[in-house]
């Protein structure tokens, strides 16, 4: 892998050209602190990289997320900067990558019913599947030339809508998967397999599947003995939470399909900043919805 991607965070977007600091996309929380939930950069030399991104968060200092553990060591460093882990996420090398015989059997099942067709990222599909995400404000609402889009279709109706973002110079990210109720079963495995085949075609050097929240890749780093107990507490409070409305179990489980590498994400809090600082950035992406939901689910079956 290259080192660049071990600094950049998962939801950063390349932008081919761009030489200043990173751009940040903030939010203003209650309380007046800053997250910073996606960005824009353009630099390619990991030193160059580094020093760019520390010298952007310095002045407003926000919480970020989905962070390589390279970039938070360095962040604790130069800023005081504390890392929660509070998942993993799953890379995998498009030019060396083959599936397995049981993924390449789901494949062929699904497409028996139907196509694996690239979509235009402004199709009516994308604005379909973009608008009935439930976590908001994670990635960019409206996509870039640079995003790649493919989707599973029956007839003229797309079915399973997958759209890709540029990470860094030949490294991709899958920032959005969605299926209908309806997707036969493999089409979302059918649509993955073309799309890192199209990426294996481009020269893409890495794919991001992305991050499997409250999950544990068996690598572990925090800055101070108090954030390696929050992660920990909130990995557990997380993983209750949000059961039944999201399986991260279950998502990681798919994912794993895929035979990728686990690395562990971290969320990045400047220092002094409270708990509370992330509780109001939870909330800014809407994942009391899911919580709520879970909540409903859990009485429904008590009462069942």
């Known amino acids: 892998m290259n080192d660049i991607l071990e600094l950049v965070p ?50 407003l200092q926000p919480l970020i997320r989905g962070v390589p553990k390279r970039l938070a060591q ?3 460093e130069s800023l005081g900067y504390e890392s929660l882990s509070f998942g993993s996420e799953a890379i995998l090398s498009p030019d060396t990558f083959s599936p397995s015989p049981s993924l390449r059997a789901l494949s062929r099942r699904a497409l028996r019913k139907g196509r694996v067709m690239r979509t235009p990222s402004f199709s009516s599909s994308s604005y379909k599947f973009r608008s009935s995400v439930r976590l908001r404000g994670l990635f960019r609402t409206i996509p870039s030339a640079r995003h790649l889009s493919a989707g599973y279709f029956q007839e003229n109706s797309a079915l399973v809508f997958i759209s890709l973002s540029q990470k860094a110079e030949h490294h991709y ?61 909130a990995t557990r409070v997380g993983i209750f939470a949000l059961h039944p409305s999201y399986s991260a179990s279950s998502l990681f489980s798919f994912k ?13 809090l400047p220092p002094k ?32």
């Not at 794993?256 to 990045?268: E, G, L, M, S």
């Not at 992330?278 to 069942?304: E, M, N, P």
């Open 10 to 59: 998962s939801t950063w977007t390349y932008s081919e050209g761009q030489t200043s600091s990173p751009r940040l996309h903030t939010v203003l929380l209650p309380n007046g602190r800053v997250f910073a939930p996606y960005a824009r950069h353009g630099v390619l030399a990991p030193k160059q990289f580094l020093s760019k991104t520390i010298e952007s968060l310095t002045p």
């Open 74 to 76: 360095a962040l604790h």
């Open 173 to 233: 990210h899958l920032e959005l998967l969605k299926r209908t109720p309806n997707a036969p079963i493999g089409a979302v495995e059918a649509v993955l397999l073309q799309v890192i085949s199209d990426l294996k075609t481009l020269g893409a050097t890495s794919l991001s599947l992305g991050e499997v929240p409250c999950i544990g890749s068996g690598e572990s780093f925090a800055s101070s003995p108090l954030s390696y107990a929050a992660s920990s507490i």
């Open 256 to 268: 794993n399909k895929f035979q990728p590498d686990w690395r562990p994400v971290y969320w990045c």
């Open 273 to 304: 900043a409270a708990l509370t600082s992330l509780y109001f950035a939870l909330r800014a992406t809407r994942v009391q919805a899911l919580v709520i939901d879970g909540l409903k689910k859990r009485l429904q079956r008590s009462h069942g």
